[in-house]
């Protein structure tokens, strides 16, 4: 059997069997080991058997930090997307705010008009009826003049 130490004295060049020499001493160290992994073990139990436990500790420091890594990008994505968002809708709400503004000053303009033309229908009633009882100030006096001009005529006819 090889030990670690042999496997490093072992020049087997990589590019030919296509294995680092961390993998070749992976493989190694799994033929070395005293306990039989059966076929149809579990992954954990096959690292296990491959890995020491300093080996398979550090193996799971990496890959928290790598999952930390994508969790802090995930984060870091997040927030960016947040922030974009919150940009856009204060651009709306400025947009939206000025349109309102727009609106408000409409609203304004149109009420200062109606008023106004409320105002000039208000005199203008007033002169219509002023109008309206000249006329008829008008007729009455007319109708008694001619009613007293009928009178006067018909009593000079009786005389």
């Known amino acids: 059997m090889f030990l670690a130490k042999e496997a490093d004295q072992l020049q087997v060049p990589v ?3 296509s294995f680092t020499p961390e993998e070749l001493l992976e493989l190694l160290s799994f033929f070395e080991s005293e306990e ?4 149809n073990s579990s992954l954990e139990g096959l690292s296990r058997g491959i ?16 999952s930390a890594k994508q969790s802090r990008w995930r984060k870091k994505r997040h927030l960016e997307n947040l922030t974009d968002q919150v940009y856009r809708l204060n651009i709306e709400n400025r947009r939206l705010k000025h349109r309102l503004s727009l609106i408000i000053n409409q609203y304004h303009v149109a009420w200062q008009e109606n008023e106004r033309l409320r105002s000039e229908s208000d005199a203008l009633r ?3 009826l002023d109008l309206y009882w000249t006329s008829a100030t008008m007729q009455c006096n007319h ?9 006067l005529i018909s009593s000079k006819q009786t005389n």
Do not use: C, G, I
Request: overall charge positive.
């Open 126 to 128: 007033a002169k219509l």
């Open 51 to 66: 890995y020491s436990p300093d080996e398979r500790k550090q193996r799971r420091k990496v890959s928290n930090r790598e």
């Open 15 to 17: 590019h030919e069997t």
């Open 143 to 151: 109708d008694n003049s001619r009613h007293s001009y009928q009178v």
């Open 36 to 39: 039989q992994v059966s076929s």
